[in-house]
């Protein structure tokens, strides 16, 4: 785990008298496998902010591999170390990948964002879509489950992070599912609309 700091506060923002957090929990899509960590989109989105002016923190608690299980079990720390008032949730890709049933996933990221309290924090929820090696059935469930919760808990939702670049090989590495550096700034300007709608709730 580690942190990124930005100092300054706009007056656009919510919270911009003192110093907030923002808390990334995802996967290696968030933990900049296989790129340099500073060219990836939470540095970029740290970077921002700073050219944005604002006083929020960023602390990337994503770790390559993770799963919605893993995430929900680290969250409990990470949101007692940094109390944050966005957090950030991209996790749910690996689990998909490795076909686990998809009432587990739900159930981890109902938990996960109920843990998270979107009473007291402005939440995110960012989306994935997997190949259909599991079939059709799967992958649309796999798909639906992050509208579904969503919408029930109110939540800011990205449909599918990497839909800008997921389907455009010189934007992805080797493997195929990682984005290459030259990705990242798509990926930020992605989310970016819903991170500024929460700073501006927060």
């Known amino acids: 785990m580690y942190c990124w700091v930005c100092a300054i506060a706009p007056p656009t923002f919510a919270n911009s008298d003192k110093a907030s957090t923002v808390l990334v929990l995802g996967d290696s899509i968030s933990a900049a496998y296989g790129i340099q960590r500073e060219t990836g989109w939470v540095a970029l989105l740290e970077n921002r902010l700073a050219e944005q002016a604002s006083n929020f923190q960023v602390v990337n608690a994503s770790i390559s591999g993770e799963t919605t299980g893993g995430g929900l079990a680290r969250l409990p720390q990470a949101l007692d170390l940094h109390n944050p008032s966005i957090v950030i949730i991209e996790l749910g890709g690996n689990d998909g990948l490795r076909g686990y049933p998809i009432e587990r996933i739900r159930e981890n990221l109902q938990n996960i964002v109920t843990t998270a309290d979107p009473n007291m924090r402005q939440i995110i929820l960012v989306g ?26 109110n939540l800011k939702l990205v449909p599918f992070f990497m839909e800008t670049v997921a389907l455009k090989p010189e934007l992805m590495q080797g493997d195929g599912i990682h984005p290459t550096a030259e990705a990242q700034p798509m990926l930020l300007d992605t989310i970016w609309p819903l991170i500024v709608e929460a700073l501006k709730e927060g």
Request: proline letters at 8%; charged letters at 20%; glycine letters at 4%.
């Open 128 to 153: 994935m879509q997997i190949p259909p090696n599991y079939g059709r059935r799967y992958t649309d469930a796999f798909t639906q489950l992050f509208q579904d919760i969503a919408t029930e808990h």
